[in-house]
């Protein structure tokens, strides 16, 4: 027994020694897991060679073997992976917690809203049924006073005037809007009503809901932010920080209460949307203040004759708008970060502007676009970029490229307002007031020490001109047409008129440019994206614009011009988002104080309907793949009443430098320049128009081209005949579901016309999205253009096989989008698309796994 056990303590020990040998188990000294982990910190996937160095290099690793040190370098990556999933995990876990909370707690708000309702409506049941015939008219005014009653959402209680030296008496106005504004964020006081697409969830924007039948408008939002709560209320109380309508913003009273918080008496001006409309201000009070449960409070309301307490300032040129009790809720998180309601309750006073522009001002979902999902949004990308989360573009930090949005937002806002303490004054008209030209001689006014760090205004007497003009679109969306704007610039563009705005900042005498007809612009485009936001609701790029090479007397200008550009709202499921495009230009340097002098285009839907969803209409032949078998094509957009109504106001404004000798010749530039991009614009939104006859299929095909039904029939039996597989896996029957198969493909699919230089006809889902174009605008893009030397080499060569068999395969390669970016792909496949009679009817291209680089 005992040699027994003893052979079997040798087998154990023998084993023991084979896994130390082949490396299974060491044990490492603290020194030598700390020498590890420093070379770990530099490199956490050493090659061979350096783990050999790094034997000889440090002796205390001398007697491990190189294949430990790779096991322990493997070991220590799938640690740290773990690490950091767990933390994403445990953030995660956070988050929905924090969001379940909130739900629960939107709820209860919920069933208390329904309670009251029904309680209202068997109230009015009871007094309808009581009313007697004789009785009739007294009835009803008791009922109808009674239901005022009971549905007058926001109660404004009758003060008398409170002395502005008194702090009792705005302490009573604090505490009072305190508890109007609780009573609307997490009470029944408004009835809400949540927007279409906003769908919680842990990296949502949050729950947006908007008012329904109250006095004024409002719009309300609950979410998550992954920031400390005094941050956040530090964040919203600087308006101009986030609010791109605010002018400005001034505190003039500041008294600090005994609870630790502080009223203040705050003085606010905003711009207006459009030239067709007056701008807004606010005389307000603000109280910050903590509650019992630790939560922050930040609420405001509008200081009136009829709540009481000091008269604010009167400023001519400006509409009092009221602010009815609004406000944050702050409160912190388990884990960090904040919970937060918003709520923006304000009466504009419609009343004041042209009937067709008060939608502008009496809808909610505007409200929400603008200043409550604005708040929201701006919350999360500080807290984004606090963690550093947004990377560095250019070389530049978070911050700078989100002031340069500011200064271009604030800067086309000044121009389409045009005040007059900016220094603004209008100029006489031609007799035509469709155009108003507008000038400040003033530039260091309204531009301040970016205007005195440049040349752009050095020469003695220069000054700036804007000319602006608005109009109304019929059955246009405002994301759409703004798209098209920025992606199809030479569709309105003059590139003479962009050397002249890029010559200001040279202090070049560069003459006055002739306006050009329409598609004046002679280059091509380059977008060079620089920063987003976190949910990708606004860009900011740098636009370079080729092929121009003006040359003037002396004055060459480069080849290539620049343009800082900011695009927003494209969304076109953003319910009430004013789309916008605006851009300056740029010299090469770049630097963070050049000055810009903003122009572009702003599109605001005016006519919102809650009961209908937004649309989604894109340039494409989505709107064929609902139709019917007999063929006929069907609007996406076509409703129980057939037919899409939509109006929008655009806005255009457009600036430039000017010498006081030229002021004329550059006023007459511009009115002429801005009419000529009128007159393109109208002409895209009825090429875009999702209501115009015959716009069914959005696509404009040339004379002779076959329906979509068909084209898509003769691709797929082409690829069959000449590769001898099918195009898809299952060949459908119908031909509205082969069509469908062939839009949603997921590799890009695209035809061309069979030319000395073809031209695209036809594209599917993919293919628009690598060409970064839609099907109306395809027509313009060439084989040529998207293709790099080695693709026109590779095709060339096989062209003849394609035109004898019917089918070839080119190597992997890049082509470059409309926009100028490249998209490798690993294979293209080229074959001839027959008719149906057999005849060769265009060139079909498939790229394969496609992506950009």
């Avoid at 420093?38 to 000889?56: A, D, H």
């Avoid at 797929?716 to 509205?736: C, K």
Wanted: overall charge negative; some cysteine; charged content about 20%.
């Amino acid at each position: 027994m005992e040699m027994v056990a003893s052979g079997k303590e040798a087998g154990k020990a023998q084993q023991h020694a084979a896994a130390l040998e082949a490396g299974k188990y060491v044990r490492y000294t603290p020194e030598q897991v700390d020498a590890l982990e420093r070379v770990y910190s530099e490199c956490p996937k050493p090659s061979s060679l350096r783990r050999q160095q790094l034997i000889r290099e440090c002796p205390i690793l001398s007697n491990i073997e190189p294949k430990q040190i790779k096991v322990w370098f493997q070991n220590r990556r799938c640690r740290e992976k773990q690490r950091k999933e767990a933390s994403r995990l445990q953030t995660v876990n956070r988050k929905l917690n924090a969001m379940n909370k909130l739900l629960m707690e939107e709820n209860d708000r919920l069933q208390k809203q329904v309670s009251q309702l029904v309680y209202e409506n068997g109230y009015m049941r009871q007094q309808i049924h009581s009313t007697s015939v004789a009785t009739t008219d007294n009835s009803c005014e008791s009922v109808v006073a009674s239901g005022q009653h009971h549905h007058q959402q926001n109660p404004t209680p009758q003060h008398p005037p409170r002395d502005a030296n008194n702090p009792a008496g705005l302490l009573a106005i604090a505490e009072e809007t305190l508890t109007q504004f609780l009573s609307k964020a997490t009470g029944t006081a408004v009835d809400w009503v949540q927007m279409v697409g906003m769908k919680p969830g842990p990296d949502s924007i949050g729950i947006i809901a908007v008012s329904h039948n109250c006095s004024g408008v409002a719009a309300r939002a609950c979410g998550l932010v992954g920031l400390e709560p005094t941050k956040v209320a530090e964040i919203l109380k600087d308006r101009q920080s986030w609010y791109r309508d605010c002018r400005c913003l001034d505190v003039l009273t500041v008294i600090p209460t005994a609870n630790g918080g502080n009223i203040e008496l705050v003085y606010m001006q905003t711009y207006a949307p459009t030239t067709l409309a007056v701008a807004r201000d606010f005389w307000t009070l603000r109280y910050t203040t903590a509650l019992e449960d630790g939560s922050l409070v930040v609420c405001e309301r509008s200081l009136t004759p009829t709540t009481g307490g000091p008269p604010g300032p009167s400023v001519p040129n400006f509409v009092k708008a009221e602010m009815l009790p609004s406000g944050s809720l702050i409160r912190p998180c388990d884990g960090g970060g904040s919970m937060i309601h918003i709520v923006d309750h304000v009466d504009l006073d419609a009343w004041s502007v042209p009937e067709v522009l008060r939608p502008l001002y009496e809808s909610p979902k505007i409200l929400a676009q603008k200043t409550t999902i604005a708040a929201l949004r701006h919350l999360r990308q500080i807290a984004h970029e606090s963690n550093g989360e947004v990377p560095f573009s250019m070389g530049r930090q978070p911050a700078i490229l989100r002031t340069f949005s500011q200064r271009l937002s604030r800067g086309f806002n000044d121009a389409v307002n045009g005040f007059v303490d900016d220094g603004w004054s209008l100029l006489g008209s031609d007799g035509i007031e469709d155009v108003t030209i507008a000038i400040n001689s003033s530039p260091n006014k309204l531009l301040g020490t970016h205007a005195n760090s440049s040349t752009m205004f050095s020469a003695l007497g220069s000054g700036i001109l804007c000319a602006k003009a608005s109009m109304l679109l019929q059955n246009v969306p405002p994301a759409m047409l703004v798209r098209f704007l920025r992606e199809h610039r030479s569709e309105w563009a003059d590139c003479g008129i962009d050397a002249y705005s890029a010559a200001s900042l040279r202090a070049c005498p560069f003459a006055v440019p002739g306006v050009r007809p329409s598609g004046g612009f002679l280059g091509s485009q380059v977008i060079l994206p620089l920063a987003h936001t976190a949910e990708h609701e606004e860009f900011l790029e740098v636009v370079r614009l080729e092929g121009h090479g003006f040359n003037q007397d002396d004055i060459i200008l480069p080849r290539d011009l620049y343009l800082l550009q900011l695009c927003s709202g494209i969304d076109e499921n953003a319910a009430g988002a004013c789309a916008q495009l605006v851009f300056a230009p740029i010299d090469e340097s770049f630097d963070d104080d050049l000055p810009l002098l903003p122009s572009g285009f702003r599109v605001i839907p005016l006519d919102l309907k809650s009961d209908s969803p937004s649309a989604t209409r894109t340039l494409d032949l989505a709107s064929t793949l609902e139709t019917g078998s007999g063929g006929t094509a069907r609007s996406v957009t076509d409703s129980s009443s057939g037919a899409y109504n939509l109006r929008s106001v655009l806005t255009i404004a457009f600036q430039f430098t000017y010498d006081n000798h030229l002021r004329d010749s550059v006023a007459t530039m511009a009115r002429q320049y801005v009419r000529s991009v009128v007159t393109s614009v109208q002409r895209v939104a009825m090429a875009i128009s999702p209501s115009r006859p015959g716009n069914q299929l959005g696509v404009k095909n040339p004379p002779g081209s076959p329906e979509a039904h068909t084209l898509a029939q003769w691709i797929s039996t082409s690829y069959r005949a000449h590769s001898g597989v099918e195009l898809f896996r299952a060949e459908p029957q119908a031909s509205d579901a082969l069509l469908k198969l062939l839009w949603h493909h997921t590799d890009a699919i695209m035809c061309c016309s069979l030319k000395a230089s073809p031209v695209f006809t036809f594209s599917n889902q993919a293919g628009l999205d690598m060409l970064e174009t839609t099907l109306i605008a395809l027509q313009d893009i060439t084989l040529e253009r998207i293709l790099d030397d080695n693709g026109r080499k590779a095709l060339c060569s096989e062209f003849p096989k394609i035109m004898q068999q019917g089918f070839a395969c080119l190597p992997p390669g890049i082509c470059l989008s409309s926009m100028g970016r490249p998209a490798s792909y690993e294979q293209a496949v080229a074959w001839k698309v027959l008719n149906d009679d057999d005849s060769p009817h265009c060139l079909a291209f498939m790229f394969l796994n496609w992506t950009f680089v």
